[in-house]
């Protein structure tokens, strides 16, 4: 478990885990998970096409899961956020499963970035998603404090001139670079639950945004550490450990709270 080839795997699943908790933070702040679910179905149809016309794959997932964000961004302006969500939702697996059906040489590959492929990851990856999450997190740095005014106090941040639909944009900007970092390593589905599951639980425990964004990153890297640890002594899909450990986070931290406030 702790072989030189898996060192990889566990310091990219640990920048992963630090990404989707950052950023799900405000997910969960904001209540938008149906979004989070979205975005990274998006980034599933543009690996599909990217392997479609030969390109890389992280071409694809940048470029669908933004296309992506800024579509539900837009439209949502002028129609209700929920349905302009499942819309995009199913027009992006429509689209990937017609990628698909036009060339199986990739479908392997292709549908691991819905379920992952942590195990055997090579110092490329580590590279590759550090770089990527450098840059998430120097994004989320710069939009701090206007997105979490947002997000908390909307009417306040309008009577200071923050503007609602450009800090829309700048968050779903956001999702869709965390979506590009993490999918790559735990695919899709796991990158949703890795966003929902430990920040909810944080924000169960306590309201205060340090407290809930620290507590949030030390559950989704036990997360996906036990996970990792799980997977590798059962040889059961890690996908599997991820949610129920990350479901397990949330119950319990409902039940601390419940007790605490009593």
């Known amino acids: ?12 699943a640990g920048i992963v885990a630090v990404i989707a908790a950052l950023v799900g933070f405000f997910v969960v702040l904001r209540a938008a998970a149906f979004t989070a679910h979205a975005v990274p179905n998006a980034a599933f149809a543009g690996a599909a096409g990217a392997g479609l016309v030969g390109v890389s794959s992280l071409v694809g997932l940048g470029v669908f899961s933004l296309g992506g964000a800024l ?3 837009l439209l949502s302006r002028k129609g209700r956020h929920d349905a302009v969500t499942a819309l995009t939702v199913a027009l992006m697996l429509g689209l990937g499963a017609l990628f698909l059906s036009w060339s199986t040489e990739y479908a392997p590959e292709i549908y691991s970035l819905l379920f992952g492929e942590v195990l055997g990851l090579s110092s490329q990856d580590v590279t590759t998603t550090a770089i990527l999450g450098f840059a998430c997190v120097a994004v989320l740095a710069c939009v701090y404090r206007p997105l979490m005014l947002s997000s908390t106090l909307p009417e306040v941040a309008e009577a200071r001139g923050i503007r609602q639909v450009r800090i829309d944009l700048l968050f779903l900007t956001l999702v869709a670079l965390a979506t590009t970092t993490a999918v790559p390593v735990v695919g899709a589905l796991l990158m949703f639950t890795l966003m929902i599951g430990p920040p909810a639980a944080a924000r169960a425990l306590t309201r205060h945004p340090a407290p809930a964004l620290t507590l949030g990153v030390l559950l989704a890297l036990a997360t996906v550490w036990i996970a990792i640890a799980a997977s590798y002594q059962t ?8 949610g129920v450990i990350s479901a397990a986070w949330y119950l319990l931290a409902r039940a601390a709270a419940a007790v605490f406030r009593r």
């Open 235 to 242: 040889d059961w899909p890690i996908g599997f450990f991820v």
């Open 71 to 73: 579509l539900i961004g």
């Open 1 to 12: 478990m702790f072989a030189p080839f898996m060192q990889d795997t566990w310091i990219t």
